[in-house]
């Protein structure tokens, strides 16, 4: 599978500088009327119904071009605020009509910046519920709602996203009302915007089918059992069918045979990584933190449900997926641009022998 980074690049000697745009804009097909959009100023793109330069401009059913593509627009793994690094989310586009997988904060930025845009977002799965993959989903719908979005927006994830729907609506509840008040606004957010929960399942179980992509989820095993026990919320893992390509994402976990299961043969299999040092001290200092009768701690909860470059490989090689893409990042110093990230593929590629590819922002595969 040809895979492209979204980074400012030359062609060969001589020729002119190949800009993020361009390279966005070649993997998506987008049409030269439809980058046209791009110039208009930002204020005349968010009042346009269906704004959004990748598909927008274009019908939905034809779609700018052919074929199923993954366009990252955050990595970063875990809560903190990162500006080299939005947090976790990614895009799925087919045949032109893209699809959200998580949102966490940056992605609304990251949507713009890659050319997909946000306006034709219809369709959100979450794999879980942490805010990592959430931060930006309030944003999202007000500002779709804002921009003139009169269609649906249909959000799928584990138990409380029905809920988290319901809360994004009270987040902007205000803007609605004077809008709709002081400019005449007539769609009812209420009747556009719908939270779906998805049941938990060991065994993968189809969540969402339309004419361009089947997907199922399995649970994964990001949170342990003494947790499930006192809480509804489960984790996910989404396997994504076109038809040309199966793109799998492992959600926040670690080495989980739900998820070997799930990703059996795909193409692209999507997975969070931790640096393993990272690991050893987080189990250090929960160890420490029992010894001193805390039992429940985030160094417990970081040591104990995430993948080690050992658990990724394990789960790639037993499902005989042909390419990882490492995404959810945890590294060995987080918050570093140029972080090196063979302490990752070389660790992976001990005990996986396909392509592994650290995911960037903006790259598109």
Same mark, same amino acid.
């Given at each position: ?17 190949? +800009?993020?745009?361009?390279? $966005? ?14 110039? $208009? ?78 306006? /034709? ?17 309030? &944003? ?28 994004? $609506? ?30 938990? &399942? ?47 994402? +492992? ?29 050893? /001290? ?34 790639? +090689? ?10 959810? /990042? ?29 995911? /960037?922002? $903006?790259?598109?595969?």
């Amino acid at each position: 599978m040809a895979t492209m980074k979204a980074e400012d690049r030359e062609s060969s000697a001589g020729a002119s500088p190949i +800009s993020r745009r361009d390279v $966005l804009s070649s993997a998506l097909g987008l049409s030269a009327a439809t980058l046209a959009s791009s110039a $208009l100023p930002t204020a005349a793109l968010a009042q346009a119904p269906g704004a959004g330069p990748a598909t927008g401009a274009l019908p939905v059913k034809t779609g700018p071009n052919p074929g199923a593509w993954v366009v990252l627009l955050g990595t970063r793994g875990g809560p903190g605020i990162d500006l080299a690094h939005p947090q976790t989310s990614a895009a799925v586009v087919v045949d032109g009509r893209p699809y959200l997988v998580d949102c966490g904060y940056g992605a609304l930025r990251q949507l713009v910046a890659s050319n997909v845009g946000f306006q /034709q977002i219809n369709t959100v799965f979450f794999t879980h519920l942490h805010n990592d993959h959430t931060g930006d989903f309030a &944003s999202l719908l007000s500002y779709q709602w804002t921009s003139g979005k009169s269609t649906p927006t249909d959000a799928y994830g584990p138990y409380g996203t029905g809920k988290l729907v319901e809360g994004a $609506l009270a987040f902007f509840r205000a803007n609605l009302e004077i809008r709709t008040t002081d400019e005449g606004r007539t769609v009812d957010a209420d009747k556009i915007f719908h939270g779906h929960d998805i049941t938990a &399942s060991a065994t993968p179980v189809p969540v969402f089918k339309d004419d361009r992509v089947t997907v199922t989820a399995a649970e994964n095993t990001h949170y342990p059992e003494r947790s499930k026990a006192k809480m509804p919320h489960r984790s996910l893992a989404l396997r994504f069918e076109t038809k040309n390509r199966t793109i799998v994402f +492992s959600g926040d976990t670690t080495y989980s045979p739900n998820v070997v299961n799930l990703a059996r043969n795909a193409d692209l299999f999507f997975c969070e990584i931790i640096d393993a040092t990272v690991l050893e /001290q987080m189990l250090a200092r929960a160890k420490q933190d029992a010894a001193e009768g805390v039992q429940v701690s985030i160094a417990r909860h970081v040591a104990e449900t995430h993948s080690s470059p050992t658990d990724v490989a394990r789960m790639a +090689s037993e499902a005989n997926v042909k390419t990882v893409v490492l995404y959810h /990042q945890v590294p060995g110093n987080p918050g570093t641009p140029g972080y090196p990230v063979t302490s990752f593929t070389d660790a992976v590629r001990k005990g996986f022998s396909g392509e592994v590819i650290v995911g /960037q922002e $903006l790259m598109v595969l």
